[in-house]
C-alpha cells in the first residue's frame, strides 16, 4: 500500500509503517519513549505492537481508562504526572496506539507537555484510520461537549496495520465506516456508490477502501489545515451527529452511542435538509437514507429530546457569531459550507427522520 504524504508528515501502511519506525527511531536521538494506551488496546494491541519496535530505547507503558468518557483534561495532567515522574523531556518521544480517544487525548498530551515532544499516532480502530489519522486534529471533551478543548499539531508519522482490526467489535467497525461514507457523500461519488448494497462489498480489499477514504480527507485538509475554508466539508453530519452524541452522552436515560452510530443520524438529518434546500434531488435523498438505515439501527429520538439537541448545537465548535454554520452536500460527491439552516426545517428533518 503506497505511502499517503499528509501536511508535514507521512501515512504509513502495515509492515512499511514499521519499517519507517524503526528507521526513525534509529535515525533521530530521543531520551526514551513512552507508548500511551487505554485499557483496551493494552490488553489487544500492545503485544502485537511491541516486537516490530526495534531499539534501544527505555519503553514505559501509560494506561488510561478506556472510553469517551476519559476523554478530558483531567486524564491528560494525570499522565502529564506520570510522564514527569518517569522523566520525559523535550528529547522524548510518545506513541499514540489506539482509538481516536487516544490518538486525540494523546496528541493533545504529546503536544503541549514541555511545548511539545515528537508523537506517532498508531490507530487502531477503523474510525480512527480513516478519520482522527489525518489532520492534526488533537484534544479533548469539556464535559459533555466534544473536542472543545485542542489544538492543531501534527504528528511525526502515522502507521496504519489493519492488523488490529481483527480484535474490533462489529459496532466499532459500522462506527468506522460512517466517515468513510461520509467521504464519498463530499468528495467521491464512485466511492460511495461501492457501500450502497452492504452485502456486496468485499471486505478483503478493506486495505484499498481505508486508503481510498484516508487519500480523500487528506486531499480536504492538504487544501485548508485550519479549517478557515474547504475543510469544513469534513463536518457534514457532524453538526447534528455531535449534538445527538453529546446529549446521549449525558442523559442517564440514554444508551450512549458511539461517534458513527450519532454521525449517520446526522448524515441523515442534514441530507434530508439539503434536499429541502434543492442541493439534492429527492431520489438522492431517499438513496442516503436507505443505504445508511440499512447499516444502522434507528436511534430513538422522542419529541421531549428535541430542545436538548438543540440547545446544545449552540456550542458546537462550527458556530461563528451565533449562528451553526452547516456543510450540506450539493449533490452526492460534492459539498457547500457555511450553510444557514433555520429551526424549523432543523425539526422537519427529525421529524422525517423517524418516519
Request: aromatic share 8%.
Amino acid at each position: 500500500m503506497q505511502t499517503i504524504q499528509a501536511n508535514n508528515y507521512p501515512v504509513h501502511f502495515n509492515e512499511k509503517g514499521y519499517e519507517a519506525l524503526n528507521s526513525h527511531l534509529k535515525a533521530t536521538k530521543y531520551s526514551n519513549l513512552f507508548i500511551i494506551t487505554d485499557s483496551n488496546t493494552n490488553e489487544y494491541c500492545l503485544h502485537k505492537l511491541l516486537p516490530y519496535i526495534e531499539t534501544d530505547l527505555t519503553i514505559e507503558i501509560i494506561e488510561f481508562e478506556a472510553g469517551e468518557i476519559n476523554k478530558n483534561i483531567d486524564t491528560c495532567i494525570e499522565i502529564w504526572k506520570v510522564l514527569t515522574e518517569l522523566g520525559a523531556d523535550r528529547k522524548s518521544l510518545v506513541i499514540n496506539l489506539g482509538g481516536g480517544v487516544v490518538t486525540d487525548l494523546g496528541g493533545f498530551v504529546a503536544s503541549t507537555f514541555k511545548r511539545g515532544v515528537d508523537f506517532i499516532n498508531i490507530p487502531t480502530t477503523l474510525l480512527s484510520m480513516v478519520d482522527a489519522s489525518v489532520g492534526g486534529k488533537t484534544g479533548v471533551d469539556l464535559g459533555n461537549l466534544k473536542n472543545q478543548i485542542g489544538v492543531i499539531n501534527v504528528p511525526t508519522m502515522v502507521l496504519i496495520d489493519t492488523q488490529y482490526l481483527e480484535t474490533v467489535p462489529q459496532n466499532e467497525l459500522r462506527s468506522g465506516l460512517a466517515e468513510m461514507l461520509k467521504h464519498g457523500l463530499i468528495f467521491d461519488k464512485n466511492y460511495w456508490e461501492q457501500f450502497l448494497d452492504i452485502s456486496t462489498i468485499d471486505f478483503s480489499d478493506l486495505d484499498l477502501l481505508i486508503h481510498r477514504s484516508v487519500v480523500i480527507k487528506n486531499e480536504i485538509v492538504m487544501q485548508d489545515p485550519t479549517e478557515k475554508n474547504i475543510r469544513k466539508a469534513l463536518n457534514f453530519g457532524h453538526t447534528l451527529g455531535h449534538a445527538i452524541e453529546s446529549y446521549f452522552l449525558e442523559n442517564e436515560n440514554k444508551t450512549t452511542l458511539l461517534h458513527g452510530e450519532a454521525i449517520a443520524v446526522g448524515m441523515i438529518l442534514e441530507s434530508f435538509i439539503s434536499w429541502q434546500k434543492k442541493l439534492i434531488t429527492e431520489i438522492e435523498y431517499r438513496q442516503i437514507k436507505l443505504a445508511i438505515n440499512a447499516i444502522y439501527e434507528a436511534v430513538q429520538i422522542d419529541k421531549n429530546d428535541l430542545q436538548p439537541i438543540m440547545d446544545l448545537l449552540i456550542h458546537d465548535k462550527k458556530n461563528e457569531f451565533g449562528t451553526i454554520q452547516f456543510a450540506l452536500i450539493d449533490g452526492i460527491g460534492s459539498i457547500k459550507i457555511n450553510q444557514l439552516v433555520e429551526n424549523e426545517l432543523i425539526l422537519s428533518a427529525f421529524e422525517d427522520y423517524k418516519s
